[in-house]
């Protein structure tokens, strides 16, 4: 607690951000895959995040891991839920973290998304039609979709 000056309170909490663009036919979510060396799910599919960094609030910290993961701009964001990690083998058991849908604005390379070869193995917009057969982190696919139902909510009012 803050008032009693208890450093054994610091705890990790995390972002995760979602990417959508529309296209003339269709709309697509960036995804991209974890290398196969990361010691917490190894090769499957996701969308991007990470860990808040001292200093930051969440909506920092989400275009901050888009940018450094994916190579990604963000303009705005939009928080659409919670989730958590569970990780029993640390002394905190459980990492909270906070989804985002972003609103893309560019890439950093003004191309195409520029992922962290460290993180990542691949990249690729995929179409929110046609998740079916990707090996996404468990619930990433269902963050999808709820994902795009916000995103199209608000991508006119925000």
């Known amino acids: 607690m803050r008032e009693n000056k208890h450093e054994d309170y610091k705890i990790e909490v995390h972002v995760a951000g979602i990417c959508f663009r529309e296209t003339k036919n269709d709309v697509e979510v960036l995804i991209a895959k974890r290398r196969d060396n990361?010691?917490?799910?190894?090769?499957?599919?996701?969308?991007?995040?990470?860990?808040?960094?001292?200093?930051?609030?969440c909506e920092e910290?989400?275009?901050?891991?888009?940018?450094?993961?994916?190579?990604?701009?963000?303009?705005?964001?939009?928080?659409?839920?919670?989730?958590?990690?569970?990780?029993?083998?640390l002394k905190q058991k459980k990492i909270p973290?906070?989804?985002?849908?972003?609103?893309?604005?560019?890439?950093?390379?003004?191309?195409?998304?520029?992922?962290?070869?460290?993180?990542?193995?691949?990249?690729?917009?995929?179409?929110?039609?046609?998740?079916?057969?990707?090996d996404f982190i468990k619930g990433i696919d269902r963050?999808?979709?709820k994902g795009w139902e916000f995103y199209d909510k608000f991508k006119n009012v925000l």
């Open 97 to 134: 973290g906070i989804k985002f849908i972003c609103f893309w604005k560019e890439y950093v390379n003004g191309r195409e998304p520029q992922i962290d070869p460290q993180e990542f193995s691949e990249w690729r917009w995929q179409s929110v039609g046609d998740l079916y057969n990707i």
């Open 143 to 145: 963050d999808i979709k």
């Open 38 to 57: 990361r010691s917490i799910y190894p090769g499957k599919w996701e969308c991007g995040g990470g860990p808040i960094h001292p200093g930051e609030n």
């Open 61 to 89: 910290a989400v275009k901050r891991q888009m940018k450094d993961e994916l190579g990604i701009i963000i303009d705005k964001v939009k928080i659409f839920g919670t989730y958590e990690i569970i990780t029993p083998e």
